[in-house]
């Protein structure tokens, strides 16, 4: 696998020697746009982590719209400094709220299993 990785981006390097570079960004970028799309095709993408069991729908949504707002500010922070916040706040109430659903639906679930092993 390594191996094919290596062979693939010497291949690319060959046609990007041909051309002069234009400038020193462009140059980087194109050597930086070779190295990264062999490596997604070869590799592949790194698995993402496993969800947790007491998140809600409704969560990950709120944090999603965290992700693409915080990518957005990069462009002007000093717009969405007190956004953040509150998105920050929301997303941290919210599974604030579900976990604690999370475990007292787990404690009457136990509970009920309980008083079934003591009254059978």
Same mark, same amino acid.
């Given at each position: 696998?390594?191996? *094919?990785s290596?062979? $693939?981006?010497?291949?690319?390097?060959?046609?990007?020697?041909?051309? @002069? @570079?234009?400038?020193?960004?462009?140059?980087? *970028?194109? $050597?930086?746009?070779?190295? $990264?799309?062999?490596?997604?095709k070869v590799?592949?993408?790194? @698995?993402g982590?496993?969800?947790?069991?007491?998140?809600?729908?409704?969560?990950?949504?709120m944090?999603?719209?965290?992700?693409?707002?915080?990518?957005?500010?990069?462009?002007? @922070?000093?717009?969405?400094?007190?956004?953040?916040?509150?998105?920050?706040?929301?997303?941290?109430?919210?599974?604030?709220?579900?976990?604690?659903?999370?475990?007292?639906?787990? $404690?009457?679930? *136990?509970?009920?299993?309980?008083?079934?092993?003591?009254?059978?």
């Amino acid at each position: 696998m390594r191996g *094919s990785s290596f062979q $693939v981006i010497e291949k690319k390097w060959e046609q990007l020697k041909g051309k @002069p @570079p234009e400038t020193v960004g462009e140059h980087w *970028s194109k $050597v930086k746009d070779i190295i $990264v799309d062999t490596s997604l095709k070869v590799l592949g993408r790194k @698995p993402g982590r496993q969800r947790e069991k007491w998140l809600s729908s409704n969560t990950f949504q709120m944090m999603e719209e965290r992700r693409r707002f915080k990518s957005l500010r990069k462009g002007n @922070p000093e717009m969405a400094k007190h956004h953040n916040y509150l998105l920050c706040m929301a997303v941290k109430r919210s599974a604030k709220k579900d976990k604690e659903a999370y475990i007292s639906q787990c $404690v009457a679930k *136990s509970e009920m299993q309980g008083n079934k092993i003591r009254c059978g």
